[in-house]
C-alpha cells in the first residue's frame, strides 16, 4: 500500500466519493459534522426510511439538505431542506431522530484546505479522487501525485503550529507527542507574542484593525507572482484596509488550450462584439436583452407538428424580441408549452425587409449564429451593465496605461460572469508601491508588528488582469454562481416531439456507444496522509500556539 504525505497547501481538486457507512440518527450527523450557514457546510443525505412529520411525509428515497442547526437545552434540531420536490418544503428533524441517512453524492470539486475544514467527519475518512488537469506549473508540487490512479483516502494527520517568544521561529508539534502543558498566560504580555496571520484572516478583521505594519513570514519557501515579489522586497509592508473589489471572468476563445483571466474594472481597453453562438432556443430565449434586439441565423432546420409554432430552415433569419408562454394544440388536444415570440424575416431588400410575428419553442434543439452589426466600442463596465453574460468580445483597443496587455493578444474573449473577490491594499514603508492583493490567490502568512499611524495613500491599489489557472477558474465559477440567483431549468420536450433527422440519430448514438464501451481504469486504493493545520483558543503558553 502506498503512502504520501501532501500538506493542505496542495491546490490540485478532488471530487468526493458518498460514505456508504449511514448515519443511524440526526444526533450522530450534528456530532460528525461541521454544519453551518456556510454553503460547504450544509450536507445533503438519503434517507433509507420514511419519516412522518407533522408538515407531511419524508419518503424513502428522497434527498435533503440540513441548513442550520439549533440547539436546545437538552437536545436541539436541524433545520432541512427537501430537494426535488415543488413546491419548496422546509422541515426539523430532532436530534432524537432515529433513522437510516446515507450520504448523497456530491459532484463539486473541493481543495484539500476544503475537505480538511467541511468535508471529514469526526472519526471516519474521506475517500476522494483527484481532478486530472494540466500540469501544474508549480514546481513545489508538480510531482506529488504522480502516477496516482484510482482512489484515495485521506487521513488527516493533526499537528499544532507554534512560534517562539523571541526569534519567531516556527515549531510543529505533532499532536500525539506525551507533554504536560501549563498555561500561563497571566504572566505574559499577549502584545509581545507576534501575531502570524494568512491574508483571509487580516481580511476578517475588524475596520479599525487597519492599519497595520506586517512582515512576511518565512515558514513557507513562497513562490510569489513577479508584482508581488516587488512589493515584499521590502523587509516590512503596511496593510492599508480590506474590501471586495469586482472581477469579470473571462475565458480565451479560439485556442486549443484555453486561458482563462480576471479583468478589473480599471481595466481602460476598448472591445469589440463578436458573434454569440445559441446551441438550443432556449439559450437564445436567456440571452434577450433589455437594451437590444438580438439577429440571429438559424443553423439546422426543425419541423414542427403543433399548431403555433413555426418551421426552422437554415438559413432563416430572426429577430428575438420578448417570450410568453402559450397554449399549444396537437391532435385535437391543449397543452401548455413553453414558447417565445420573435420576429422572422420572410423578405430583405437593400432598403426594406419584411418581418413576421412568430412563435418558436424554447424546447427547440437548434442551432443559431448571431448576426453582429454593431462597430461601437465598449468598456469591460459598459458590457457587464448593457448586455446579460455570457458575451463574446475581442479587444479593439489595449489598455495602453500597461506594459503588457495580455488580453490584445487573445483571439477573442469570452465574458462569462461578474464576481466579487476579497483584496487586500497592501503597500511598502514609503507608499512607492501599493497593489491589490486577491485573499484566495495568495498563500502567504503575515506576522503584524503594530499599528500604522502615517499618512493613508491617496489613490488605491494597481488593479492588474490576473491568468488564472484551470484548478482556479472551476473554483471560482462554483463560488460566484452561489451569489447569484440560478437560472430556471429548461423545459422538457413535449411527450411526442417532432421526428429528428436521421444525422442526428447517427451522431447521438455513436456518441453514447462510445462512452459505454470506454474502459474505466483500475481502481487502486491509497491512504493518503494530510497535514491538518489547527487553530486553537487565545491562551498562551511559552510557545504561542494559534
Sequence with gaps: MNFRRVVLMYDSLFKLLADSQPYRSIQEIADSLKISSHRLSQPVFLSGSEIQLAQGVIREGDSFRITAVTHELNSGRVQCELLHREPKFCFSLSFSQQGHFTECQDDQFYTLKEIAEWKISKGR??????????PKKDFLFSNLLENVFGE???TPVYELKAVTRRDEKILLVPSNLDVEVVDVTEQFDCDSFVQPLSLMDVFKRPPEFFPVVAKLSCERPFKLSPELETLFHSKQVIIHHAFSAKRILASEMGRESTRHFLI???????????????????DLERARSETEQIRVVATREFESVYNGLASVNA????????????????NGTKRAADA???????????????????????????????LVKDKRQYTIAEICRWFPLPFNVNVSVRDLSLKVDVLAGAPGLHIEEEISDPCLVISNTDLSEIREVPVNRADLILNIKQHWDGENPI???????????????YTLRRYAVTTITPPPRPPKKPKDPPPRPPKMLS????????????????????????????????????????
Design 507 to 546: 451522431s447521438r448514438s455513436e456518441s453514447v456507444n462510445s462512452e459505454n464501451s470506454s474502459c474505466s481504469p483500475q481502481v487502486n486504493c491509497i491512504s493518503l496522509h494530510f497535514v491538518f493545520e489547527t487553530s486553537r483558543s487565545k491562551h498562551f503558553i511559552p510557545l504561542h500556539v494559534w
Design 459 to 473: 489613490c488605491s491599489g494597481n488593479s492588474a488582469i490576473e491568468e488564472i489557472s484551470e484548478d482556479c477558474y
Design 340 to 370: 417565445f415570440q420573435c420576429l422572422k424575416v420572410t423578405e430583405k431588400s437593400q432598403k426594406t425587409e419584411v418581418k413576421e410575428p412568430v412563435r418558436l419553442p424554447v424546447c427547440l434543439e437548434g442551432g443559431f449564429m448571431e
Design 315 to 330: 438559413g432563416d433569419e430572426f429577430i428575438v424580441t420578448k417570450g410568453k408562454s402559450c397554449a399549444l394544440s396537437h
Design 125 to 134: 475518512k474521506r475517500t476522494v479522487t483527484e481532478v486530472k488537469t494540466l
Design 152 to 154: 484515495l483516502k485521506l
Design 264 to 282: 478589473p474594472e480599471s481595466y481602460n481597453g476598448r472591445f469589440k462584439r463578436r458573434p454569440r453562438q445559441f446551441p438550443t432556443a432556449y
